[in-house]
């Protein structure tokens, strides 16, 4: 798919710099067996918002750019580099998350830390993930996504430390947070009867909506309730786990491809979510 061939060149393009050698590897490795899920939705929410008949047919070409200031990233690299920003905070998220659950460090016999082979893995997937995420922080900086994604770590740290204490109860948790964001979803008063694989779906939840609000800011609208609902019925179907782009994305209904002319926007993700 064109699409995530170009999410994935504009993701390379922003690890290219890495060194060493063995590190740089690993993140093009981890790129080359990546999903591009959150990329592409991200090029087909601008694609559908920027349609001018606001049927979503206008044929993306990859130069949708943002009225930044002449030193931005974006303004050469369009649309694509944006898309690969959202892309880069899911995959050092999701490869933090992996870690969180299967420390390399800790040894299976005695439950403590060792100097062994999967303990310096683990050194270099942590490294990793910190440079994905903070390369993907680079390219949305200046862009209106900027603060959701934030909002999105943000979320992810809340929810692993709440995720933690309920695999430590070995139970569903009470959290005693008032937060109502989406990105909190799971630290509402209410909120009882959570279990771990619940918590950490919110990450493919949050960065979805990242993606349909990175795609409209970038062309200077905010998302619509369909391309919000588009995003929800993506991350009740996926859970923990992109599948590859045509089985997650194709044949969706309603497509994000085909809004309504009078179908107005919306700023959930902008306001009403995010405080």
């Known amino acids: 798919m064109e699409q995530a061939d170009s999410c994935r060149r504009a993701a390379s393009e922003a690890i290219a710099d890495v060194e ?12 080359d067996e990546a999903s591009m899920v959150p990329g592409v ?3 087909e929410s601008a694609t559908a918002a920027a349609a001018p008949d606001g049927s979503g047919r206008r ?12 030193d931005s990233p ?6 694509a580099t944006q898309a690969a920003g959202v892309q880069l905070i899911y995959e050092g998220l ?3 998350r992996s870690l969180a659950h299967d420390e390399p460090w800790t040894t299976a016999e005695t439950g403590t830390t060792a100097e062994t082979a999967d303990g310096q893995a683990g050194d270099l997937e942590i490294l990793a993930a910190d440079i994905l995420v903070a390369r993907g ?17 943000q979320a992810f740290g809340r929810d692993q430390t709440q995720r933690s204490t309920v695999a430590a109860t070995d139970g569903p948790t009470r959290s005693s947070s008032t937060e109502t964001t989406a990105e909190s979803a799971t630290h509402t008063d209410d909120n009882t009867g959570v279990d771990p694989a619940t918590i950490d779906a919110n990450l493919e939840r949050n960065i979805l909506e990242l993606a349909v609000l990175t795609g409209t800011a970038a062309v200077g609208t905010t998302p619509s309730s369909r391309l919000l609902a588009t995003a929800e019925t993506i991350a009740d179907a996926v859970d923990t786990d992109f599948p590859p782009v045509p089985e997650c994305l194709d044949g969706l209904e309603p497509s994000f491809s085909e809004q309504s002319l009078e179908e107005q926007p919306t700023d959930r993700a902008t306001s009403a979510t995010d405080p």
């Open 137 to 153: 922080f680079y390219l949305l900086a200046r862009t209106d996504a900027a603060g959701k994604a934030v909002r999105t770590v």
């Open 59 to 70: 044929e993306f070409e990859g130069d949708l750019d943002t009225d930044h200031s002449d």
């Open 74 to 79: 974006n303004d050469s690299d369009g649309i």
């Open 41 to 43: 939705l991200t090029l």
């Open 20 to 31: 060493p050698p063995q590190l740089h590897d690993y993140l093009e490795a981890t790129l």
């Open 94 to 96: 999701r490869l933090t």
